[in-house]
């Protein structure tokens, strides 16, 4: 499903894939999100992926941790770094069998 694109001019209409763009709000602050868009191969690079957002939270994760170690960090640094690996040997999988090109997966 695709939803009508928030910046939109009102002179024309932009649909925007759904799952590939957020506006997180913290307080005042708005930070947009956007996905990779489409195969690399046939798109180039044009946003981040859940790899690149996951190594930010483990990361930043990993600081509060060293500050503020506690048992419930421990483990969703664990999660975060199972979800990780399971996102890049998807990855190898579909480069391995040649969906990713294919814009299948």
């Given at each position: 499903m695709d ?5 939109d001019?009102g002179?024309k209409?932009?649909?925007l ?10 307080g ?5 999100i ?5 195969p690399?191969?046939?798109n ?7 790899e690149?957002?996951?190594?930010i939270?483990i990361?930043?994760t ?6 503020f ?16 690996a399971?996102f890049?040997?998807r ?15």
């Amino acid at each position: 499903m695709d939803y009508p694109d928030p910046q939109d001019d009102g002179d024309k209409t932009t649909y925007l894939p759904a799952g590939h763009f957020y506006d997180v709000i913290a307080g005042e602050y708005v930070t947009s999100i956007h996905f990779q868009n489409g195969p690399v191969k046939e798109n180039g690079v044009n946003g981040a992926t859940s790899e690149a957002l996951l190594a930010i939270l483990i990361h930043c994760t990993k600081v509060l941790n060293d500050n503020f170690s506690c048992d419930e960090n421990k483990c969703a640094i664990s999660y975060m770094e199972n979800a990780l690996a399971l996102f890049e040997q998807r990855t190898k999988d579909c480069q391995v069998s040649g969906v990713k090109s294919q814009n299948i997966a």
